[in-house]
């Protein structure tokens, strides 16, 4: 798999710098947690002077608890901007962005399909974001003793997964913009809009049951809903995430074979 | 002789712009084929229809017998492209570049990595650098090594010379008539006449999409028109604009100090010209080609020469 060894190797350094500033932030974050004293302390009165919407907005209601806090402060919300940011980052490069520098015209002249080219950069993000996932489990359950936040193994993996498929299906947002229309903004912009929309759309779906709706079609709940960093696995809401980004793939690579490169 | 590359009715539109207009193209196996232009005029267009990179809005391309776009990625392994503007990854080495490109090389790639470093060694390109730091120079010499290193039946190459010094152009003439020997066709582009003249056996002037003249390279080289500025010294006015008035027409004659100038529009071979100036003390002489839009006009609108 040549095209996925160089893609990788071209973006060495950059998953390192994402990598050591996810864990940074989340060690920032859990580290407050034991100061504001877990379970026993006056934090859920605290939360209960908020705005319930706002509450609900960023998950704060489950926040006196290891599980709830590290997926309310981390996961949802720095963590998921932070990958979100990796991914679209990444996967606007892997066609649009080299394509506009001229890169791709080169790569694709030699005996390379367009095909292969989509599908080894799909892996390629896929792997990255996935070394990044498992960075990000390994340090959580570093973290989890010293700062008793108290949790589970297989459920750290399962957060992991969540975390690892919703912004692998954003970036194929961001490649399959790229691949349809050849342009960083049209890829740049699909693939943030995808992650903003996932965010608000589960943000206000849990205002009222009126807005259910709302969560059911946002992949960020997908990802989160079934709260997986207490819960453990949701199936579900993986399998829902995996759909997702498959038709955002096919669409990707149905489009590519059949247009022009632009340059 | 087969023909390695025929289009017929070649059309490429991109919205409104046309960029080339039902062009009729063979290219014979074995020669190394020119096509020159100004900037627009379909050159790069042309050759990235070749490679499948475009696809055309009608007409028929047929490449080493077959439709770039059913040939695929097969097709493309035995051509060898160099684009027009050629762009390298920043963060890695030369050497990396040359490491991926074996690895999506067809054929026996130890083989082609050793004449991959061979060549980049002939070209003296600095291999652990990383690609941003190269010159513009060393950039497109890596850019003739990926184009070459596998040994291709058919070398498109767009602009190879550009950003080059004359010694490497040297060595790059030389590569291109080593691939001829061996079997390649070469079809390149430029817009400047003299690289073509150096490196080809035929060429075709491309102008708006259309071919405006397909012509031997001894036929180019006859029609093309050079500037001329010399500087004469012992000699006077009278007795040079006569002799010149021989040798060509429409010279501008005229005294500065005590040198006399000699400047304007010459055509055809150089020779007289050189021998008429040859009889006086020449101080200074410059023939430059002028830039192709005029070669090209001058061509056009000139006597046709087959």
Same mark, same amino acid.
């Given at each position: 798999m040549p095209i996925l060894i160089q893609f990788l190797r071209a973006g060495a350094r950059n998953l390192l710098i994402w990598a050591v500033a996810l864990v940074a932030v989340m060690a920032m974050y859990l580290s407050f947690y034991p100061s504001l004293g877990? +379970? +026993?302390?006056?934090m859920t009165e605290l939360v209960d002077q908020l705005p319930e919407g706002m509450v609900k907005a960023i998950g704060?209601?489950?926040? +006196?608890t290891g599980a709830g806090y590290a997926q309310s402060t981390f996961f949802g919300l720095l963590g998921f901007f932070l990958g979100t940011a990796a991914a679209v980052a990444w996967g606007t490069r892997a066609v649009a962005g080299d394509e506009e520098s001229g890169m791709l015209e080169l790569t694709l002249a030699h005996p390379v399909s367009r095909l292969q080219l989509v599908t080894e950069r799909t892996l390629a993000i896929l792997t990255r974001l996935t070394v990044l996932g498992v960075v990000l489990g390994l340090a959580l359950a570093a973290m989890s003793g010293p700062f008793d936040l108290g949790l589970e193994g297989s459920h750290i993996v399962a957060v992991v997964a969540a975390w690892v498929l919703l912004t692998f299906t954003i970036a194929m947002a961001a490649l399959m913009g790229g691949a349809v229309f050849g342009s960083r903004v049209a890829a740049l912009g699909i693939g943030a809009g995808v992650g903003v929309v996932a965010f608000l759309l589960n943000a206000l779906g849990a205002q009222s049951e009126e807005n259910a709706w709302m969560s059911d079609i946002s992949p960020f709940s997908w990802a989160y809903g079934e709260r997986p960093l207490a819960q453990g696995w949701d199936g579900g809401g993986l399998g829902l995430l995996a759909a997702l980004a498959a038709v955002f793939v096919a669409t990707a690579l149905l489009a590519f074979a059949r247009r022009d490169l632009r340059s | 002789m087969t023909d390695v590359v025929v289009t017929t009715g070649l059309t490429k539109r991109y919205g409104s712009v046309l *960029?080339?207009?039902s062009l009729d193209l063979t290219i014979p196996q074995g020669t190394v084929f020119g096509v020159i232009g100004p900037? %627009? *005029?379909g050159k790069t267009t042309l050759m990235r229809l070749l490679v499948d990179v475009l696809r055309p809005t009608s007409g028929s391309i047929t490449v080493l017998g077959m439709e770039p776009r059913a040939g695929g990625k097969d097709l493309r392994g035995r051509i060898g492209y160099l684009p027009g503007e050629f762009h390298v990854e /920043? %963060? $890695?080495s030369g050497r990396a570049h040359l490491k991926f490109w074996t690895s999506i090389s067809p054929g026996d790639r130890t083989q082609v990595h050793r004449r991959a470093e061979a060549m980049a060694e002939r070209l003296d390109? /600095? $291999?652990? @650098? /990383? *690609? @941003?730091?190269?010159?513009k120079g060393n950039k497109q010499k890596l850019g003739l090594v990926q184009a070459f290193m596998h040994r291709p039946e058919l070398l498109i190459l767009d602009e190879?010379?550009? %950003? $080059?010094?004359p010694l490497v152009q040297q060595t790059f003439l030389e590569l291109v008539s080593e691939a001829r020997d061996g079997g390649a066709t070469v079809f390149l582009s430029s817009h400047v006449l003299s690289e073509v003249e150096q490196a080809a056996d035929l060429a075709v002037v491309l102008r708006s999409g259309s071919i405006v003249r397909e012509a031997s390279i001894e036929g180019l080289h006859t029609t093309a028109v050079r500037h001329l500025r010399a500087r004469l010294s012992d000699a006077d006015a009278a007795t040079v604009d006569r002799r010149m008035a021989d040798v060509a027409a429409g010279l501008d004659v005229s005294v500065e100090g005590e040198d006399v100038l000699v400047s304007g529009l010459v055509q055809g071979h150089a020779d007289d010209l050189v021998k008429a100036l040859a009889r006086f003390t020449v101080a200074d002489l410059v023939l430059a080609e002028p830039d192709l839009e005029e070669s090209v006009l001058a061509m056009y609108s000139g006597k046709d020469v087959p």
């Open positions: 877990g +379970a +026993a302390s006056g704060y209601d489950q926040i +006196a | *960029a080339l207009d900037n %627009g *005029a /920043p %963060g $890695l390109i /600095p $291999l652990d @650098r /990383p *690609a @941003r730091k190269l010159s190879p010379t550009s %950003g $080059l010094d």
